[in-house]
C-alpha cells in the first residue's frame, strides 16, 4: 500500500481550484491537520477550531504576498479555502481514491509567512483554520423566536452571519431539546453556537470536508459507526491493527459530581419605551443636511429591573412618537421630523436605528425612543445533581452549566441527571498514536472520524490492562519526509458505561446495564 496527498488552495476564492497554481503539492515538504474536541470528555471538552500548516519550498518568492512579481499576487488573502486530499493503493493507481472523496480536512486560510532566504532554504509555512474559527470573526444578532429545536438554532445562527445553507456546509441532526424563548445579541457565533450546544448536551464540530457538523445527544446511540466497533488496535502479536503508543490521563481529571444547571421561565408586559436617547436640549444629536446616524437602543439597561431578559419584539420606530426633528436644540424651531427616514434591525437585546436627514438643513434629533415588549424572567430555578458517594471519596467537584436556554426545571434536572450518572467515577480518556504507513493501518487512518467507535487493547506489551470500546473524540495527523512518514493520534473517550450506557426506544436494549436517555 502507498500513499498520495493532495494539498489545495482556492487561490480564487470561486470555490474551483481552478487556478493553475491551486495544486501546491509537489511544494509541500509536510502538513500537519487537526480536528475535535480540546478534551476527550463531552461535557468538560470544547470542539476547537481545526488548523492545518504547511511547510512550502518558496524558491521563486511565489507565496510571498509582497512580492508583486509573484503569479499570485493579490490572491494570498485569509478566507481562500484551503483543501487537503488523500488517497492509497497499490502502484499504479489514479489519485484521488475513495476515502470520502479524498477530502481529509478542508478550512479557511489565515496566513502565508516566508521565511527570508538568509536563515536557509526559502520556503514558507502556510497556516489554515477551520471553519469554526472562520465562524468566529462574526457577531451575531438574532431577534426572538419561540419553540425553536437546538437545530434550528444552530441554523438560525449560522444563516445570521452569511453561512451558507446547502449540505456542502451543514451537517446538523434534529436536535432532542427545545428552546422556549430563542435570541442573540453581539455573541460570537462559535460562542452562541456553544450555548445550544450544551443546552443539547450534543457536539458541535467541524467535519472533514469542511462543514459545521451538529451531533444531536443520541447521535452516538443511533449511528452505525459509533454502535459497533469499526476495528480492534491492539499491542498483541500478530494483530491487524496497531498503534506506537497508548496512554492515559489521569482519571481523576474528568471526575464532576456536583452538576449545577439554571431553568428560567418568562413573562411579556406591554409595549413601553424600553430605551430613551440620554442626550436632550443643546446636547441633541445634530444631523447634517443628508447625513445619517446610527443609534443602538439596548434592552436590558443597567436601569431595568434585575429579572429584565430581552424583547419579545420591538416596534418599528414612528414619527413624532419616537423620534422628533427641530431646527432648534428646544423644540422651538421649525419641525423637520417629516424630513426624517429609518431604517433599524432588530435582535432579542437591541434595535439599532439609522436616522437619514432628508432635508437642506440641519436639524437636532430633540427626541429618540426605542419602544418594545419586555420580557422578565420569572425567579431562576437551580436545580442539580449530586453524588454524594463520589464526593465523599473525591471532594466536591462541581460543573455550573452556562446555557440559559433550558426550559423547564425538569429539563434542567433531566440535564444534571443525565451527566452525573457519567462523571461521578473516574474516566478513562486515552491517547493513541498510529503509524499510518503501516500497511493495514493506513485504510483505517484515512476512514475513521470522529464520534467513531473503535476498540482498544492494551494488556500485552503495554500491560496497562485495556481492553474495551472507545469513541474518537479527536483526530491528529503528521505527514512528513515526502509523504512517506504520516502518524496519527486520536483523543478517546470510554464508549463503554458512559453515555453509551443510556438506551433510547428502538435503538438497543432496556436492562440491567443500560438506563432510560433523557
Known amino acids: 500500500m502507498s500513499t498520495s496527498y493532495t494539498l489545495e488552495v482556492d487561490w480564487d476564492g470561486d470555490g474551483t481550484f481552478g487556478n493553475a497554481n491551486a495544486d501546491v503539492t509537489s511544494e509541500a515538504l509536510d502538513v500537519a491537520w487537526e480536528r475535535g474536541r480540546d478534551y476527550a470528555s463531552a461535557l468538560l471538552g470544547r470542539s476547537i477550531a481545526g488548523k492545518l500548516s504547511a511547510t512550502l519550498m518558496n524558491t521563486d518568492g511565489k507565496y510571498s504576498p509582497s512580492n508583486t512579481g509573484s503569479a499570485l499576487t493579490g490572491k494570498i488573502l485569509p478566507g481562500r479555502t484551503v483543501r487537503l486530499k488523500a488517497g492509497s493503493g497499490s502502484f499504479p493507481y489514479t489519485f484521488p481514491m475513495a476515502f470520502n472523496d479524498g477530502v481529509q480536512w478542508q478550512g479557511k486560510l489565515d496566513r502565508i509567512l516566508p521565511a527570508p532566504a538568509a536563515i536557509g532554504a526559502k520556503t514558507c509555512k502556510l497556516t489554515a483554520f477551520g471553519v469554526l474559527g472562520f465562524l468566529n470573526q462574526f457577531e451575531t444578532q438574532l431577534p426572538t423566536s419561540t419553540n425553536q429545536r ?59 470536508t469542511g462543514q459545521v457538523g451538529f451531533e444531536d445527544r443520541y447521535h452516538r446511540l443511533t449511528t452505525a459507526a459509533s454502535t459497533t466497533s469499526q476495528a480492534t488496535f491492539s499491542d498483541a502479536a500478530g494483530a491487524t491493527y496497531t498503534y506506537l503508543g497508548v496512554s492515559q ?29 440620554p442626550e436632550t436640549g443643546a446636547s441633541s444629536p445634530t444631523l447634517a443636511a443628508d447625513e445619517a446616524k446610527t443609534f443602538e437602543a439596548e434592552y436590558p439597561n443597567p436601569s431595568a429591573a434585575n429579572n429584565a431578559m430581552e424583547v419579545d419584539a420591538w416596534t418599528t420606530p414612528a414619527a413624532t412618537t419616537d423620534y422628533l426633528a427641530n431646527t432648534a436644540s428646544d423644540g422651538s424651531g421649525d419641525n423637520k ?12 437585546e437591541r434595535m439599532v436605528m439609522t436616522f437619514t436627514n432628508g432635508s ?72 493513541i498514536t498510529i503509524p499510518a504507513a503501516a500497511s493495514n493501518n493506513i485504510a483505517q487512518v484515512l476512514t475513521r472520524d470522529i464520534s467513531d467507535r473503535i476498540t482498544v487493547v492494551a ?60
Not at 481523576?252 to 452538576?259: A, E, P, R, S
Not at 470500546?469 to 486520536?490: K, P, R, S
Open 150 to 208: 437546538t437545530d434550528q438554532a444552530i441554523d438560525a445562527i449560522l444563516t445570521n452571519v452569511g453561512w451558507p445553507d446547502d449540505a456542502d456546509h451543514r451537517d446538523l441532526d434534529q436536535g432532542q431539546t427545545t428552546i422556549s424563548r430563542f435570541w442573540m445579541s453581539r455573541k460570537k457565533a462559535i460562542d452562541a453556537m456553544r450555548l445550544v450546544e450544551e443546552a443539547e448536551a450534543g457536539f458541535l464540530k467541524e467535519t472533514k
Open 249 to 277: 490521563d489521569d482519571p481523576l481529571t474528568t471526575i464532576i459530581n456536583h452538576v449545577e444547571a439554571t431553568a428560567r421561565t418568562f413573562d411579556t408586559a406591554g409595549a413601553a419605551a424600553l430605551w430613551t436617547h
Open 337 to 348: 421630523t417629516s424630513d426624517i427616514s429609518v431604517t433599524q434591525t432588530k435582535s432579542g
Open 360 to 431: 437642506s438643513s440641519p436639524v437636532y434629533m430633540t427626541k429618540i425612543q426605542a419602544r418594545g415588549t419586555a420580557v422578565t424572567t420569572n425567579n431562576p430555578c437551580i436545580v442539580r445533581a449530586i453524588d454524594t458517594t463520589s464526593q465523599t471519596a473525591y471532594g466536591d467537584r462541581k460543573y455550573v452549566a452556562k446555557t440559559k436556554f433550558l426550559p423547564t426545571t425538569s429539563e434542567a434536572q433531566d440535564w444534571c441527571d443525565y451527566h452525573m450518572a457519567v462523571y461521578g467515577s473516574p474516566i478513562e480518556i486515552l491517547t
Open 459 to 518: 494488556d500485552n506489551d503495554t500491560a496497562l490492562g485495556i481492553d474495551g470500546d472507545f469513541f474518537i473524540e479527536a483526530v491528529q495527523h503528521q505527514v512528513t519526509d515526502g509523504g512517506t512518514n504520516h502518524v496519527a493520534t486520536w483523543k478517546l473517550s470510554p464508549a463503554l458505561g458512559g453515555y453509551a450506557r443510556f438506551w433510547k426506544l428502538g435503538v438497543g436494549v432496556l436492562g440491567t446495564s443500560t438506563v432510560p436517555a433523557y
